[in-house]
């Protein structure tokens, strides 16, 4: 409980700075929100009322407070481009994130580790040596590069799904009912491929180091003296013990690809967290950009959290809070 205590005012600090951080960001960065309603017919005092309507008259100071009193009340403002509460806008836009995330991250994982735990079973052999350049290659491409790729090869070369969006255009769904369709699944593959590709280098490379430190243990050696199959050796035996630290990588590629998506949610036009922040930030919506990089922050917050207390769980050795 100490322990969890130090983390919770550790998370709460972060979240205090990453909240500072934007509120002067967005504040001191070049450009305007009024630009964007002023048109050749308005004179300077109608500029002015639109900046006391959006409450950027007072002064730096007079803004930061009361932007933290309501923060603590759970507000985030309203848009100045959507006049309307940014929690709402967020909490649409949010679960599209999440599905895309979950997705990749999942089909990742399970691709990583069985294909790290594959490698280090054939360690030294041909197919490692092709196999582990091309996941390195994967792993430093850029993510809109292989958005691309997989867009013109299988949206625009043969055409088998949609190049944007995340339901055909002109359907009408309610909030959470398209993610329960064939439509959406159908816009989901491509985005949620493209990601994969690009997060699963994490957990095979993990996955592979580990099994390869793992299977020079004792315990590994005693099963071979046993007669078990190598099999039944690499995967109930070493791979169980070898995906701590793959566990772990989960809950914080949970948190990272959140905050991450932003490219892929633009390559693919997909409405979610990422894509708003974007247009957001070009349209100088203070509010909403704020609310997004907090949300995003807190959620990569909560991962780490989470990933920290997962690992002293799944190994008793760890002992948090005592030295020695």
């Known amino acids: 409980m100490p322990y969890l205590g130090k983390r919770l005012l ?3 600090f972060v979240l205090w700075a990453v909240a500072t951080l934007c509120f002067l960001m967005f504040r001191l960065m070049p450009g305007d929100p009024t630009l964007n309603y002023i048109d ?16 950027l008259d007072r002064p730096l100071h007079v803004q930061y407070l009361i932007y933290l009193r309501n923060l603590l009340r759970g507000e985030l403002g309203e848009s100045f481009l959507q006049g309307r509460p940014v929690l709402q806008l967020i909490l649409e836009s949010l679960p599209m994130t999440l599905v895309l995330t979950l997705s990749a991250l999942v089909v990742a994982y399970i691709f990583g580790i069985i294909a790290g735990a594959f490698l280090a079973w054939n360690r030294g052999t041909v197919i490692e040596g ?26 625009f070369g043969f055409g088998w799904f949609p190049s944007g969006g995340a339901v055909e255009a002109g359907s009408e ?4 009912e398209r993610l329960l369709t064939l439509d959406f699944l159908h816009h989901l593959f491509l985005p949620a491929l493209a990601l994969a590709v690009y997060l699963q280098g994490l957990p ?26 190598e099999w039944s050796i690499v995967i109930r035996h070493a791979a ?36 708003m922040l974007v247009t ?21 917050v909560v991962m780490n959290l989470v990933a920290d207390l997962l690992y002293g769980w799944l190994d008793p050795r760890v002992s948090h809070g005592r030295k020695g």
Do not use: C
Request: glycine share 10%.
């Open 130 to 155: 092709f196999a582990i350049p091309l996941v390195l290659a994967t792993r430093a491409a850029p993510e809109f590069w292989l958005g691309m790729i997989l867009l013109a090869i299988f949206a």
């Open 173 to 176: 769904y309610g909030d959470y």
């Open 280 to 300: 957001a930030v070009q349209g100088s919506d203070y509010p909403l950009a704020q609310g997004a990089f907090l949300i995003i922050a807190a959620v990569l």
């Open 204 to 229: 095979l490379l993990l996955m592979r180091s580990t099994m390869l430190e793992v299977m020079q243990d004792e315990f590994v050696t005693m099963a071979r003296m046993k007669g078990l199959s």
């Open 40 to 55: 050749t017919s308005m004179n300077e005092e109608q500029r002015q009322a639109m900046l006391v309507s959006f409450g």
């Open 10 to 12: 550790h998370a709460a």
């Open 240 to 275: 169980r013990n070898a995906l701590l630290p793959v566990a772990t990588a989960f809950a914080l590629g949970v948190g990272g690809s959140v905050g991450g998506n932003v490219v892929i949610e633009t390559v693919f036009s997909w409405p979610g967290l990422g894509r």
